[in-house]
């Protein structure tokens, strides 16, 4: 059985140790048995998509505060500052944990036989690691830091040395104008893409629930 690479488990945790558990009684035809699988389906992986939704609203709400305040400062206060930093450590925290129920979903997949299965639990894990991606633009989302990681890295260090935090070519952006294209793209992170993707979290998640309640 694999284990999570790492002891973060704020977020994924609850599910993690569903999947493990239920990985010798998800064969069982019993009543007993599906009574269990239907039991840990609302103590484990219902809790965990609340918790998912939870970050899905802060997302939103944070997005367009930074947006609403990026527009209002030319050299944005320190309080903002303070924002950014904070959003960031929670979002490390985020991608770490979302690192390990990924890593674990994948091999425990392999395991199961009946396709119905396979697909709902692959496609679920998809849906999760492919809303992260709004701010991650590739795949490979615990090798490479996002676009608004970098940022917020450069924008501090910009803040500190008495310089404007527009002034620059930002890596993470790449583009010329980096107050301009941030704006866009929190705009249009907390308007469709999050919401979007969110769409296909849910959708994913309905299909867990009904196999694991059949």
């Known amino acids: 059985m694999v284990e999570p690479a790492s002891s973060s488990s704020v977020i994924f945790g609850p599910m993690l140790r569903a999947f493990t558990w239920l990985y010798d009684t998800w064969r069982s035809k019993s009543r007993e048995a599906l009574e269990e699988r239907r039991r840990a389906y609302s103590q484990h992986f219902e809790p965990a998509y609340k918790r998912l939704e939870t970050i899905?609203?802060?997302?939103?709400?944070?997005?367009?505060?930074?947006?609403?305040?990026?527009?209002?400062?030319?050299?944005?206060?320190?309080?903002?500052?303070?924002?950014?930093?904070?959003?960031g450590m929670e979002y490390a925290t985020w991608r770490e944990?979302?690192?390990n129920f990924s890593m674990v979903t994948r091999e425990l997949v392999k395991?199961?036989?009946?396709?119905?299965?396979?697909?709902?639990?692959?496609?679920?894990?998809?849906?999760?690691?492919?809303?992260?991606?709004v701010s991650i633009p590739s795949r490979e989302f615990h090798h490479w830091p996002s676009w608004f990681t970098d940022f917020i890295r450069d924008f501090e260090t910009h803040v500190r040395e008495g310089r404007s935090p527009w002034d620059a070519e930002y890596r993470g952006i790449e583009a010329k104008d980096p107050k301009g294209t941030f704006i866009m793209r929190l705009r249009a992170a907390y308007e469709s893409e999050l919401p979007a993707k969110w769409s296909a979290v849910a959708a994913a998640k309905a299909k867990v629930q009904a196999v694991f309640n059949k």
């Open 111 to 133: 395991s199961f036989r009946r396709p119905d299965e396979k697909e709902a639990i692959e496609a679920f894990r998809e849906a999760v690691v492919d809303y992260f991606n």
């Open 97 to 99: 944990d979302l690192r």
């Open 56 to 87: 899905h609203t802060n997302y939103l709400t944070s997005f367009h505060k930074f947006y609403d305040l990026c527009r209002k400062f030319e050299t944005p206060p320190l309080d903002l500052l303070h924002q950014f930093q904070q959003f």
